[in-house]
């Protein structure tokens, strides 16, 4: 499986912006997908995560209520919908796949967000 994401840039506070991850190889072995994100100078966090089917998702506290996870299967790409852009939302957001057949999963090479005040 490879993942390529897509769409970061440089945003103004509230602004709204929708990230790409597109995946191809081996897509019948991928479970569940994420978003993750690494501000400057801290640990990479977890955003959010969808199940294969797109019917089940989970969120970070601190992203609830303003990103939205989806996921198009018939497009090989997984999406990151993010409204109200605040500064604290600067960092590297990378995609992340679970294939089935393997122990660790797969990360994209990250997409840079920066948002000014």
């Known amino acids: 499986v490879q993942l390529v994401e897509s769409g970061g840039g440089l945003v103004q506070a509230g602004a709204s912006l929708r990230l790409s991850c597109a995946f191809s190889?081996?897509?019948?072995?991928?479970?569940?997908m994420g978003w993750y994100r690494q501000a400057p100078g801290k640990r990479r966090e977890l955003v959010a995560t969808?199940?294969?089917?797109?019917?089940?998702?989970n969120y970070a506290d601190s992203v609830k209520g303003r990103f939205t996870i989806t996921r198009d299967n018939s497009k090989n790409t997984m999406y990151l919908h993010i409204n109200n852009l605040k500064p604290e939302d600067t960092a590297v957001y990378y995609c992340?796949?679970?294939?089935?057949?393997?122990?660790?999963?797969?990360w994209g090479q990250g997409s840079q967000e920066a948002v000014s005040s």
């Open positions: 992340n796949a679970q294939d089935v057949r393997l122990e660790d999963p797969t």
């Open positions: 190889g081996s897509t019948f072995s991928i479970d569940v």
């Open positions: 969808i199940t294969n089917d797109g019917r089940s998702t």
